[in-house]
């Protein structure tokens, strides 16, 4: 498989969610690349101990 670019945005942070739950992000994005497929890229990224979970958007 080639390597693919993807872009991933915030979805969803436990830190955040404790103090304001009503709150929102930022803009930001993730931008990687993977020599995998990118729906098992998401998955790894989601399996992570990061308090902020993200979901690919493009790849």
């Known amino acids: 498989m080639q ?3 993807y872009i991933a ?3 969803f ?3 955040l969610q ?3 739950p009503e709150s929102a992000f930022p803009a930001i994005k993730k931008i990687g690349i993977t020599t995998d497929h990118p729906a098992r890229r998401e998955k790894e990224l989601l399996g992570t ?3 902020v979970k993200i ?3 493009k790849a």
């Open 9 to 11: 945005e915030p979805i």
């Open 55 to 57: 979901a690919i958007v």
């Open 18 to 20: 404790q103090f304001d």
């Open 13 to 15: 942070s436990e830190k």
């Open 3 to 5: 390597n693919t670019l």
């Open 49 to 51: 101990k990061s308090p």
